[in-house]
């Protein structure tokens, strides 16, 4: 059957808060959790990742997760150990003592940044590409990708790996029209991700239609996942005010982008 209810980790951040708003149209019930409480959600769990009780509790009676908790950029190796390794390990390990079946993990573009993005006739980047973090926090998205590999054919808990690319209302740089996922496109792609059957652990690119697209979106599809939208919509307007991506910058040489030569730090 459907997953009905959802724990949605990481539900105070951007990605979080947005889903909050769009999920539940597709008929589920989120529960929320995260470190930061929510304006208004007096039912929201706000607790920590490396909270084990609190996670145990927060998995209860659900029938499918989306973690998105985590910290979202670059940081030191200890912060992101505790948070992205070991919170996504505790996460996993509540989820398998009460029984939990399936996870959408916010995995990242970053978890193969520094792979050469692709440009004329190249052609798309596949999604079994071998993996090439550009920080500790892509670093940290291999692990939890591979801790899904792990408990799937350990445990026989599903997940789908979604390799997010810049999911916000509109682009807000030449590369991101490539990289581009729609929000409205995201609450598609994670509705697919519940309800697909046999995922089994299944890695994903996440992005809209993008004309300018890097990556194949060939196993988004598989789950039936059917993008709506293209950031082409914004080119011109972002073109003009950047320019085309230069094949001689290096900020614009890999996919992860900047990230790959002067990450944005987590600013706690
Ligand atoms: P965000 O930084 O806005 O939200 C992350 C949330 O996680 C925050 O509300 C924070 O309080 C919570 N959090 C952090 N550490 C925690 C901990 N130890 N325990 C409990 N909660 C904790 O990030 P955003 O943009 O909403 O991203 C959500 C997820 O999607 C992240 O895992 C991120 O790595 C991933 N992602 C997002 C992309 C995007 O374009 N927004 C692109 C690729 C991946
Ligand atoms: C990410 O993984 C970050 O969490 C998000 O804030 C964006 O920077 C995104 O990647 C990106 O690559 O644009």
Same mark, same amino acid.
């Given at each position: ?181 729609? +929000?409205? *496109?995201?609450?598609?792609? %994670?509705?697919?991700? $519940?309800? =697909? !059957? ?28 059917? +993008?709506? *939208?293209?950031?082409?919509? %914004?080119?011109?307007? $972002?073109? =003009? !005010? ?27």
């Amino acid at each position: 059957p459907a997953p009905r209810t959802v724990l949605l980790t990481g539900a105070a951040g951007g990605l979080g808060t947005l889903m909050r708003g769009l999920l539940p149209a597709y008929g589920y019930e989120l529960r929320l959790f995260d470190a930061t409480p929510i304006e208004g959600e007096p039912d929201a769990i706000t607790a920590d990742l490396a909270d084990k009780e609190a996670l145990r509790e927060a998995v209860q009676g659900v029938d499918a997760i989306i973690h998105l908790a985590g910290i979202s950029l670059e940081s030191t190796f200890d912060k992101i150990l505790r948070a992205n390794i070991e919170g996504t390990y505790n996460l996993y390990e509540a989820a398998r003592t009460e029984g939990v079946g399936r996870t959408v993990f916010a995995s990242s573009n970053h978890a193969i940044g520094f792979t050469p993005r692709p440009q004329g006739d190249d052609p798309l980047i596949p999604v079994e590409t071998p993996r090439r973090p550009d920080t500790f926090y892509g670093l940290s998205k291999c692990f939890g990708e591979d801790l899904a590999q792990l408990y799937w054919d350990l445990h026989g808990m599903e997940t789908v790996s979604v390799r997010i690319g810049s999911c916000f209302l509109e682009p807000n740089s030449v590369r991101m029209l490539s990289v581009w996922l729609s +929000p409205g *496109d995201c609450a598609r792609l %994670f509705h697919a991700a $519940l309800t =697909a !059957e046999g995922v089994g652990h299944s890695v994903v690119y996440g992005s809209s239609a993008n004309t300018r697209l890097w990556w194949d979106l060939t196993s988004a599809r598989a789950l039936g996942y059917e +993008p709506q *939208d293209d950031s082409e919509q %914004f080119a011109e307007k $972002l073109i =003009a !005010e950047q320019g085309e991506l230069d094949p001689d910058n290096r900020d614009h040489a890999f996919l992860g982008g900047t990230f790959a030569t002067n990450p944005p730090r987590w600013p706690y």
